[in-house]
């Protein structure tokens, strides 16, 4: 079942262009989103002043994203919670609130009691669920179901990029609904969500390239990722594949906030991820790459094709397809897969059942 590739992660890193194709294609209809095929009305949108998006672990990571592209797309205000958090503090929620919440399995504890407790309020619920039939998804008042088709390595690889897509598809049809965008930019940004999913093809292209790069990270016990607006999310995801399959100790880090504190452990040798794929931040983020640099951190960057970036900043580059900066995410996530499962394999890690995790985590 594993279709001649060694590991199901591997397998699944590679589903991933024609799992993102068959959860989008389908939701295309006169070159913008529709939501028609799972039953959520055209207008549904318009009605909300504020988003929720509660979820756990990589689906998590997928909301902060869809905060970033919803805030800057349809400029209405959204809140982030990991599940565990929100069902405990209290969240203020009204009938202007839509909780979205994001599960692959839709058995998360801590998600479903997130959903049933947004319910409680009366407040409008709306999952992004992979797994047809699941808790999340016969209770959730709408449903936007992911086809990633079964995952089955621990590490959650093509449903995290699936997840994305609908938030994307989310942010368009909220920013015209919210007429914050023309038809014709909304057509313009579907257009470019299609052009990222085609060029994910590109980003498993650098397999060979992470593979042998990441022979250094045999013996690590340490590793940063940096990264500033999407790609401080892109990197938090990129962390967590690390940890949880190869267990490396790994952070994520707003590149900004190294000087509050982290820069302390970056010394000789240190390997450093450095993701710079958004143009307008690139000037920061290269001088943060430089205080790093500067201390001896090993510096692998990951940017977008054909930017200007000075030799003495990096150790090595990895380049990303150049597309709109907005989609970076979608072709970005996949090298931090891959270096997380080759790092994982030359360790002799139990890539697709890591110690101590289980796929869908059903207790509290
Ligand atoms: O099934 P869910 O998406 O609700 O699962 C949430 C997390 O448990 C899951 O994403 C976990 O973080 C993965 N092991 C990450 O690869």
Redesign the pocket.
């Known amino acids: 079942q594993k279709g001649g590739y060694d590991h199901f992660m591997l397998k699944e890193i590679y589903e991933q262009p024609r799992a993102l194709r068959d959860t989008v294609h389908p939701r295309i209809s006169d070159g913008l989103p529709s939501f028609e095929m799972d039953d959520v009305p055209e207008g549904f949108f318009k009605r909300f002043e504020k988003i929720s998006i509660v ?5 998590m990571h997928a909301g902060m994203l869809g905060k970033a592209l919803i805030e800057k797309l349809a400029r209405i205000p959204v809140e982030t919670d990991i599940a565990s958090e929100f069902r405990y503090r209290n969240p203020i929620m009204d009938k202007t609130t839509l909780v979205i919440v ?7 504890a801590d ?1 479903l009691a997130a959903l049933r407790l947004a319910k409680q309020h009366g407040v409008t619920t709306l999952a992004i669920v992979n797994v047809t039939g699941s808790s999340i998804a016969r209770e959730a008042d709408y449903i936007i179901h992911t086809y990633a088709g079964p995952e089955i390595a ?3 690889t093509k ?1 995290y990029s699936v997840q994305l897509s609908v938030m994307y598809m989310i942010a368009i049809k909220m920013a015209l609904a919210k007429q914050e965008i023309t038809t014709n930019q909304a057509r313009e940004l579907t257009s470019s969500l299609m052009h990222a999913i085609e060029t994910t093809e590109k980003s498993i292209l650098l397999d060979e390239q992470i593979k042998a790069y990441i022979k250094r990270y045999e013996n690590l016990n340490d590793l940063f990722f940096l990264g500033r607006g999407l790609d401080y999310a892109l990197g938090l995801e990129g962390s ?2 690390l940890k ?1 399959i190869s267990y490396i100790h790994c952070e994520a880090y707003a590149a900004g906030e190294l000087k509050h504190g982290t820069i302390s452990l970056i010394t000789d040798g240190v390997p450093v991820v450095a993701l710079a794929t958004q143009e307008i931040l690139l000037p920061k983020m290269v001088s943060n790459i430089r205080e790093v640099r500067s201390r001896g951190a090993d510096v692998l960057l990951i940017c977008k094709k054909g930017m200007r970036i000075d030799r003495d900043v990096y150790g090595e580059k990895l380049e990303l397809p150049a597309i709109d900066d907005l989609f970076m995410p979608i072709v970005g996530v996949i090298p931090l897969q891959l270096i997380a499962y080759h790092t994982a394999v030359l360790r002799g890690c139990d890539v697709d059942k890591p110690r101590n ?1 289980a ?3 059903t207790v509290e």
């Open positions: 979820a756990c672990g990589t689906a994001i599960s692959q399995s839709g058995e998360t998600t621990v590490a959650s449903a967590l594949k949880e995790l796929k869908s985590v």
